[in-house]
């Protein structure tokens, strides 16, 4: 992972033999280059804010630049006109802005064309260099002012080239934009997420990028109205206390649209209109708000259900009750990394990747399955609701899910032209919008705009691979159990 300023990177391929695989291994050595250089891009300038100039009050490191340095761990991705990737991990690291990268087997030849990317993937193995994944889901900050996290998402590509005397320069260009935001926080607490929201899906999460041609070309594959940053070790301890957040994104255009930011923190919700403006590509851009954060907590609607228990308008990471909100895996308080929903991501398993084999370390009522704990219902930490919105938010037991099944009618429903259930009390008429979101599993997004799927807090005590969810769809709707690695959504409840 990089660190921070990336400026002129050198490579040198360390090794000259050819994969016998590869379909370049029939050439003499003397067709193959012995240097490669690895150009740029520079730092990442800051864009005036709101046409004044930068002040030292908004600034990032020296108040000119988001720099980049490469360190260990860093791989290039490198493309030949005809065949598969090459895989170039870096080997040494002579300063910050230089580094050798070999190549191992493989080795590059003057008479063909390479392109080349970064951060590299080895699921480009099985892809073409017209379908490379940019994913900006599941960005977490550590700490406030901390940027680290932002090499991950720092996708950089150079168009098609030609070596020329023996070596091949690779001119990098950075494919995506940084917001940064300043937050002043009302009241001391730990921060858990900031969520930019806006009227339009312009927030793209998935895009595909080409370096097939000429230049480089991303194309937009999920759009999303919100993007949300997730924090670890950030807190407040004063009243209006600042905490600067980066978010990587793709180039926004924000302008006559209307935008929110929504801070969600341990001790509540708050909400902030954002200001218009363009977010260009390769710039970091300042991100402000009209007004200042006001308390934005969820409603709690009571339903004159017999339990007294309120539920909540939204899901966890939405702003709007018709807003799909984020995926959790049962037992996760955060969306699964890259949206991967699968046994080897699901949380407390210890080994195992089949209902038959899996063990977990937490949650479990057969010794089929690692040690018993006995333990039915998720504990605060381990509740999504509770880890994200604070307070008394959690997520309903399935005995609470079947309350409401019995209590309310559920009609099937267009809200802001999304699917899903209207429950109305049977009571007081008072209802709660729940949206077909959909679920995730493996990398794919299914049944969204015909299905909804929503976590209960219980383990199936029978079978404890499994939880109990809520799902349903235009002409059903009930509970049951499923595995506990998909990404099903979070409905909170309160007393």
């Given at each position: ?24 291994s ?27 100039e930068?002040?030292?009050a ?105 070596p020329?005397?023996?070596?091949v ?127 934005g ?7 004159g ?42 949380p ?24 018993i ?7 605060p ?64 997004l ?34 049951g ?15």
């Amino acid at each position: 992972m990089r660190n921070i300023k990336l400026l002129v990177a050198s490579i040198l391929l360390v090794s000259m033999t050819a994969c016998t695989a590869d379909k370049q291994s029939a050439l003499d050595m003397q067709d193959y280059i012995n240097t490669i250089k690895f150009v740029g891009p520079g730092e990442i300038e800051f864009e005036p804010i709101s046409g004044s100039e930068q002040t030292k009050a908004t600034s990032v490191d020296d108040g000119i630049a988001l720099v980049f340095n490469w360190a260990v761990g860093d791989t290039l991705g490198i493309f030949p006109h005809e065949g598969n990737q090459v895989e170039f991990p870096i080997k040494t690291q002579s300063s910050s802005t230089s580094a050798t990268f070999d190549g191992g087997g493989w080795a590059l030849r003057n008479n063909a064309s390479y392109a080349a990317y970064y951060p590299f993937s080895v699921w480009n193995y099985f892809q073409d260099n017209k379908t490379i994944i940019m994913d900006y889901s599941g960005q977490v900050q550590n700490g406030n002012g901390s940027f680290a996290h932002l090499s991950a998402y720092d996708y950089l590509a150079s168009a098609k080239t030609m070596p020329e005397n023996n070596s091949v320069t690779f001119q990098m260009d950075r494919q995506g934009s940084i917001l940064y935001i300043d937050i002043v926080v009302p009241e001391p607490a730990t921060i858990t997420s900031l969520t930019i929201s806006c009227d339009e899906a312009i927030f793209v999460e998935k895009a595909a990028l080409d370096i097939s041609g000429d230049t480089p070309a991303v194309t937009p594959i999920e759009t999303r109205e919100s993007l949300t940053l997730k924090f670890e070790n950030t807190a407040t301890t004063r009243e209006n206390e600042t905490v600067r957040a980066y978010i990587a994104v793709q180039p926004l255009d924000f302008s006559n649209k209307t935008v929110t930011a929504t801070l969600r923190t341990n001790s509540g919700t708050y909400t902030a209109p954002v200001v218009s403006r363009v977010v260009n590509k390769g710039k970091a851009a300042f991100l402000r708000f009209s007004d200042n954060f006001t308390n934005g907590t969820p409603g709690a609607v009571d339903l004159g259900l017999t339990s007294g228990l309120k539920w909540a308008t939204c899901n966890v990471g939405a702003n709007a009750p018709e807003e799909y909100g984020d995926y959790f895996a049962w037992g996760a308080t955060a969306p699964q990394e890259s949206n991967y929903y699968y046994w080897d991501t699901c949380p407390f398993r210890t080994s195992g990747d089949s209902w038959d084999n899996v063990k977990f370390s937490k949650y479990n009522t057969s010794s089929d399955y690692g040690p018993i704990d006995n333990n039915t219902v998720l504990d605060p930490e381990d509740d999504a609701a509770t880890a994200n919105w604070g307070g008394t938010w959690r997520m309903p037991t399935i005995e609470e899910w079947q309350e409401l099944l019995d209590e309310c009618t559920w009609t099937w429903t267009t809200q802001n032209g999304v699917n899903g259930r209207l429950v109305t009390s049977n009571t007081n008429g008072n209802s709660i919008f729940l949206p077909a979101a959909g679920y995730r599993y493996n990398t794919g997004l299914g049944l969204a705009g015909s299905d909804g799927y929503y976590w209960s807090s219980s383990l199936s005590t029978d079978y404890p691979y499994r939880a109990c969810y809520v799902d349903f769809y235009s002409d059903y709707y009930g509970w049951g159990y499923y595995y506990r690695y998909d990404g099903f959504s979070v409905r909170p409840v309160t007393e």
